[in-house]
């Protein structure tokens, strides 16, 4: 739900499906099939979790499916953590605790907990499209504190608010709740929020380490949440399709643990502009999976505010790239 190229300094900026500070490296890279493969990962299953998460909410409730994705995942990524580096790699401060948690809370109740909620009355590509609007938000929020990520990122901001707009506007996205398109875009704001402190307090330095603690903390966040909902009550587990529990796990495993383990690779390996540019493809793919696999409408507005609102996003990862 965020994009690296919205933040000169990328340790702000992190997808749903997790969170990983971004390491400069060197200025040149050579680019390998490995590099393409993991940008492939994640073009293809984090575009693809929008959908999974719509088939998720055809029968278990939205916040109580989401805290449980997370607190799974974080457990797991946690074990694997000491499993493959020790105990010690779990080690954080009080104050790296404390900031995981906030930036777990924003990202992964507010950001990613509401957007599920949403998803009971939005359809997956729709959804997706307004959370690309992230990268303007973030870059709003940097001009807030003193930056000036240029003239291309502001453009980029004014494209993107334009396709909101469209987006947003009541009747023209065709039969949707304006209630849930209203939470998606509360989501953008979350997450954003969450994505611009990360850079700005107190975290852990190994970014496994930190999605673990985030996980953790959004999850139980979300856990919370639905219990206060009462989510819990008439919940019949067997009647819950094998469909959405199939779903749940594919974004326990591919969106949570595969994808964002690609991710982290790839900041690692490949440039920033590179890495960042799944910003812009994960809408589409996951309007195209919308489309082929739920039937999910394709209205003109839909298409042209989403066009604008990618042609706003590749605007800011295009001047980041120049940054």
């Known amino acids: 739900m965020t994009t690296p190229a919205a933040d000169a300094a990328p340790p702000a900026s992190r997808p749903p499906e997790g969170s990983a500070p ?4 060197p200025a040149r890279r050579r680019i390998g099939g490995a590099v393409w493969a993991a940008l492939a990962i994640v073009y293809v299953v984090w575009g693809s979790t929008y959908l999974g998460i719509r088939v998720v909410v055809e029968t278990l409730p939205p916040f109580l499916s989401a805290g449980a994705r997370f607190v799974v995942a974080g457990l797991v990524l946690a074990a694997l953590l000491a499993w493959r580096q020790g105990p010690a790699a779990l080690r954080v401060t009080r104050a790296q605790l404390a900031s995981t948690a906030v930036v777990g809370l924003l990202l992964l109740l507010g950001g990613n ?6 998803e009971t009355s939005v359809p997956s590509g729709l959804a997706a499209l307004l959370v690309a609007v992230v990268p303007a938000w973030v870059v709003l929020l940097r001009t807030a504190y003193g930056e000036r990520p240029g003239t291309g990122a502001y453009a980029g901001v004014l494209l993107g608010l334009a396709g909101l707009a469209v987006l947003t506007l009541p009747g023209l996205s065709g039969d949707v709740r304006i209630s849930g398109v209203l939470l998606v875009v509360v989501a953008t704001l979350m997450w954003s929020a969450g994505s611009f402190s990360s850079s700005r307090i107190p975290m852990p330095r190994n970014p ?3 999605s673990a603690y985030e996980m953790a903390a959004g999850g139980l966040g979300c856990l919370l949440v639905g219990l206060a909902r009462g989510e819990q009550r008439g919940l019949d587990l067997s009647a819950v399709s094998a469909r959405s529990w199939t779903a749940l796990a594919y974004l326990i495993v591919f969106g949570s643990l ?3 383990t690609a991710y982290a690779w790839l900041l690692q390996r490949a440039p920033l502009s590179l890495a960042a540019t799944y910003a812009y493809v994960n809408p589409v793919v996951a309007v195209l999976l919308g489309w082929l696999i739920l039937d999910e409408t394709l209205t003109w507005p839909i298409a042209l505010g989403g066009s604008v609102v990618v042609a706003g996003v590749w605007l800011i990862v295009r001047t980041e790239r120049r940054t």
């Open 113 to 118: 907990g509401l957007v599920v909620l949403a």
């Open 258 to 260: 595969i994808a964002f």
């Open 22 to 25: 971004v390491r400069p490296g």
């Open 208 to 210: 496994f380490t930190a």
